[in-house]
């Protein structure tokens, strides 16, 4: 059954966002396969365009989301799309998000020892989107704080953007320097609202980079292709 890969990003309205396309790009260069990239969002190289020009070429197509939680575009959104666009004697499998891979887990691990050697006793925040529609993405979180301070010698707090668990009501009142890792693939619009949100409260709070463009996203994506029958050849 011949094989291909559509490796779905969140996406703009109004452009095609180029952070993490560069390590696409070279995965796609070192994978067999037939393989695309579709956004969810914006009117330029869509999830449908994407799978409609995959099924021209194969009858298997594995989902890659490139995304970091299992919310509604996961849940709702692209089973929702990829049905819709679904040819007749064509199987369709979506993978995983990536947060839980040991991937984002070795990066953030490597990233936050060192802030903490640099900068010893300071506790560290851990910020993702977050999701007022489903418990299961806080419920990762959470686990990945736990298993990070496993490996650290500071306190590891998890917090969301939005919904439960806001990272502007667990800072209350704090004014004690704070080591802030926002688990966000991209470096952009919330990104940026969060630390200037968590600078009006915390002046002196250490800001580590995104997983924009690094290498992890894309050792997380092979980590994911690897759980299913494609032969990796990299």
Known sequence: MAQGILYVLHGRRNKVPQANLHLLRELMQELPQPQVIGFLEGEQQTLEAGLKQLQRQVNNVVVVPVLLFAATHVRQDLPRRLKACQKSGVMITVLEPLATTTAVFDFLKQQLAQACRVLPRRPIL????????????YQQLANLAAQLQQQLPVSVIAANYIGSHQFTELLGDQTEPVIVQRLFLTDGRIAGKIKHAVQQQVPDALFLPTLE???AVKQAILERLATIMVPLQV
């Open 126 to 137: 851990l910020i993702a989107h977050g999701t007022p529609h489903f418990v299961e993405p």
């Open 213 to 215: 463009n690094q290498l």
